[in-house]
Every structure is written in C-alpha cells, then in structure tokens.
C-alpha cells in the first residue's frame, strides 16, 4: 500500500490477514512481515497500531476469544430447544471449524504471547478455557430444565466436550470431521447425563 494512503480499520485488517496466515501456513509462519504483506500494506503500519509483533498477537488472541462470548450468548438461548447433542455438536462444529485449533497452537508456541495473556487471562489455556465456560454455561442452563441430569458435573462434562473436540480437530493438514464424527463423540460425553434425567 503506498505511503500516505489509509487504510480502512488497520486493525481488523491486520487481525483477518494474521487469520488467513495463521491458517493457510501455520504459527511458524505467522510473523510481521507476513501479516503486513498478507493485508497488502507497509510493515509500519503494524508498528504504528500495536508496541510490538507479541503485543499484536495478544490483541489477536484476545478479540477471537471475544467470538467465543458472543457465540456463548447464542448458545445459551439455544438451550430448550432442539436436542442437547444437537446444541453442543454444532456448538464445537463452529468453535473449532474456525481458526480457534490454530490459535491454540499459536499461543503454545510463543513463550513471550504465553506471558502477555496470563496478564488478562490468569488461568487455563486462552480460547480452550472460554470455550470451557461456554460448554459449562449452557449445560447449566440445561440443567436447570431438566433436560440433563440435576446431579450433573457440567464443568468436566465442558471440560471433556473441549478436550475430545480439540483432539478431533487438531489436524490441520487433514480434512476436519464431519457433524456426525463430532455428533458421536458429543453424545458418548453426555450418554450417562441424558440417561438418569429419566430416572
């Protein structure tokens, strides 16, 4: 892009070219360079938005993890309606078909972002421990329905569902698996909780 020509929400640019990156060649590739050539502007237009290449990740970091709040919300109005397997299965099918698997990867493999987001998040892996949360609000809500066991242990039942849902997807040169891969898992998860609400 050439000097003295704005762009448009430099940010948001920067944070969708970063994704496409991240994506296409994986967290290694991911540098300044490759962002700003991705977003086809000036490697100073980076420098003049964010303090350095790690404080620009943990911006990225932390506005995709904003997507998972809103996806949250959505899920939680969800509950009641439909089957739970249902919710939870297209749940995960978004959270994890988005760049989430390699957000992951990106925050396990930089020491410096590692230590720049337990600032704004003190515990758990950033992304998986939202998307813990979200998997926990919702079952709750179910709970409170009686659509799920009274006695059930949402947090390890989210915990599970995230964990199994994050191994599933996790190869990025594979093609990832379809809703009834996904749908199997979250229904051997939450069998036993769907069973003794009957009893």
Partial sequence: MPTGVAMRDARAQLFDAAERVLLRDGPNALTSRAVTTEAGCAKGVLH?????FDAFLAELVLDRIGRIDDQAGALRESAGTGTVAGNLTRALMELFGSVAVAIVG????????????RQARPSG???LAEAAAMIAAYLTVEREMGRIAADADVDTLALTLIGAGHLLFADRKGAPPDAEAVGKVVDTVIADVLQRRLL
């Fill in 48 to 52: 003049r938005h964010f303090a350095d």
């Fill in 125 to 127: 892996v950033p992304v």
């Fill in 106 to 117: 990106l925050i396990i493999s930089r020491d410096e972002l590692r230590a720049r987001l």
